[in-house]
């Protein structure tokens, strides 16, 4: 584990509620699962610039792969999932099959969207390389990392475009709301 692991699994454990989401669902059993993107990244921010553990946190974005692509399987995990928490987690665990995710990330998005083999794979499509972070409580109770870009975006606080794709339709709008949270970003663009 490098120095920004360390210090990124550091941060993950001083964090209340992300601690709860992720042993609960350690207990669920899902294949291929992780939290990533806002409650991971913004946890981050939150200890760099000082302000409290779950400041400007609006969700868990969780992410987890089962080749069964059907709307049915998903929405038992959903369900599954929100069996799992009490208020106010409930409302806040958002549960995704990554192996949908190419159904309707178009519709919603308006970005072509190539099936993913697996949830890690997703992470290097994201808008930014900051938020390209992933986490698992893994069963010895160490937690896993996956972070195609590196950390040093995320902790460095700098947003730029992801270089693996074209800029995202709504990098303009992920941007303002980062900055109205976090106005210590720096933005390289």
Same mark, same amino acid.
């Given at each position: 584990?490098? *120095?920004?692991?360390?210090?990124?699994?550091?941060?993950?454990?001083?964090?209340?509620?992300?601690?709860?989401?992720?042993?609960?669902?350690?207990?669920?059993?899902?294949?291929?699962?992780?939290?990533?993107?806002?409650?991971?990244?913004?946890?981050?921010?939150?200890?760099?610039? /000082?302000?409290?553990?779950?400041?400007?946190?609006?969700?868990?974005?969780?992410?987890?792969?089962?080749? *069964?692509?059907?709307?049915?399987?998903?929405?038992?995990?959903?369900?599954?999932?929100?069996?799992?928490?009490?208020?106010?987690?409930?409302?806040?665990?958002?549960?995704?099959?990554?192996?949908?995710?190419?159904?309707?990330?178009?519709?919603?998005? /308006?970005?072509?969207?190539?099936?993913?083999?697996?949830?890690?794979?997703?992470?290097?499509?994201?808008?930014?390389?900051?938020?390209?972070?992933?986490?698992?409580?893994?069963?010895? *109770?160490?937690?896993?990392?996956?972070?195609?870009?590196?950390?040093? *975006?995320?902790?460095?606080?700098?947003?730029?475009?992801?270089?693996?794709?074209?800029?995202?339709?709504?990098? /303009?709008?992920?941007?303002?709301?980062?900055?109205?949270?976090?106005?210590?970003?720096?933005?390289?663009?």
């Amino acid at each position: 584990m490098n *120095d920004l692991e360390a210090r990124l699994t550091a941060i993950v454990r001083a964090d209340p509620g992300l601690m709860h989401v992720l042993t609960t669902v350690r207990g669920l059993g899902l294949d291929d699962w992780r939290v990533f993107s806002g409650a991971v990244y913004q946890s981050v921010w939150n200890a760099v610039t /000082g302000r409290p553990a779950g400041y400007g946190i609006r969700d868990y974005d969780l992410g987890y792969f089962n080749p *069964d692509v059907s709307w049915e399987a998903e929405d038992a995990v959903i369900k599954c999932v929100a069996a799992a928490f009490e208020p106010p987690f409930r409302d806040m665990v958002e549960v995704r099959n990554q192996a949908r995710v190419h159904l309707w990330f178009e519709g919603k998005f /308006g970005e072509p969207y190539e099936a993913l083999t697996g949830t890690d794979e997703a992470l290097a499509r994201f808008v930014a390389p900051a938020f390209a972070v992933g986490v698992r409580l893994e069963a010895d *109770d160490t937690i896993s990392v996956a972070a195609p870009f590196g950390l040093e *975006d995320v902790f460095s606080l700098t947003l730029r475009p992801n270089p693996r794709r074209p800029l995202a339709k709504g990098w /303009g709008r992920a941007v303002g709301n980062a900055t109205a949270r976090w106005p210590e970003l720096r933005i390289a663009e």
